[in-house]
């Protein structure tokens, strides 16, 4: 089963959306993304891309270490798409340039900033490669565009249609999420279906959520574990996409439907939709990292967040893990940093929790 | 001729599906030219997408295609978007 949503709002064509009161209820139309801006020479691309992102990963693996000083501090562009689907864009800020007039432009400066400050400051790494890869982003992608997705070498946000989602750069930890998406591309390379998925699209929001606690220095009991805060419009009821501390309770709205997340291996969800619910059961991990997190107390980006990198970068790691198998590395590294004791004992228990054994 | 799209993925992890019957619409050659390309670059199997990326399938006819972005041809960004905007 998929979530499906059933509401109440019409759009013309080329025009703005506007919500009646009385529809079909399979006009499903207001949340789609961008009209007639196409992507051009879209397979020759693919395929360029394909075979980038087959030889980055190949070059991260094999790279040397880079000098002492690269990556020290980020290396930022941003560019606007201007309601095009084409990228990357016209470049509007480089590292070091004055805020400009456009929101949108900074806030996606910003959180780069924020994301690169938790990677280096706290965990040691030099950029999302871990050799200072300059960090690029573009914004304003299409029209109406109700999304932000990793495209393996930039993040790409659209404004959303601002009827049902606002501007996709405002929250924080969706810029972390995307980010991480890079961390994981250049780490695990866990596969993106299924439970390898699933807790590609889990660190993405541990870190994400990690990346917005360190920049507002929120210990773990006063963080608010949500993904996505400030995405939705006021009219939706829900208060973000995620919530890791309440997986399924985000939302209930009867246009977006009701948020699907389990938070245990009980509500575990086959699909084949979304590569194997890996927006869905991402919830389980997200659990166990909140519950491990909450149980040690203090910051969580601390030893919950170090015992949660290190298994992300844990050379045994492999690109099929599934849940299981992450957990047991997230065991053995906090029993390699800390020794046995509480934090492999919080560990243990958060995935125990969940349902999931290592 | 009866088109249905279903969207799914996205940071949100929201699915959308429409369907539009082209019978009745005046544009209905263009929508058949654009169903014709957009078919014929679709994949018969689906598609890996980029994280977070919009996966689309489209079904004319019993047959379905799939693809997923960022990387739609031209036809099949017009087509999908046609379709979750005046499909019902």
Known sequence: MEPTAHGAADRTPGGRACFCTIVPPHVLDRLAEAGDAAVRDAARRSLALDARHRENRVLARRAAPPPATAGDRPERTVRDARHTEHLPGRTVRREGGAAVADGSVNRAYDGLGATFALYRAVYGRRSIDGAGLPLDATVHYGRDYDNAFWDGERMVFGDGDGEVFGDFTVPLDVIGHELTHGVTQYTAELEYRGQSGALNESLSDVFGSLVKQYALQQTADRADWLIGAGLLAPRVHGVALRSMRAPGTAYDDEVLGKDPQPATMDGYVDTRDDDGGVHINSGIPNHAFYLAATALGGNAWERAGQVWYDALTSPGLRPDADFAAFAAATVEAARARYGEGREADAVAKGWAQVGVTG | ?88
Do not use: K, N, W
């Open chain 2, 1 to 88: 001729m009866r088109i249905s799209v279903t969207r799914t993925g996205g940071l949100a992890g929201i699915a959308r599906r429409a369907e539009l019957d082209t019978s009745a619409r005046t544009d209905a050659p263009h929508v058949h030219a654009l169903v014709r390309e957009a078919m014929a670059s679709g994949l018969r199997t689906r598609s890996f997408g980029v994280p977070d990326g919009f996966h689309y399938e489209i079904t004319v006819d019993g047959r379905t295609v799939h693809c997923a972005d960022p990387r739609l041809t031209e036809a099949q960004r017009e087509l999908v978007s046609l379709v979750l905007q005046e499909g019902a």
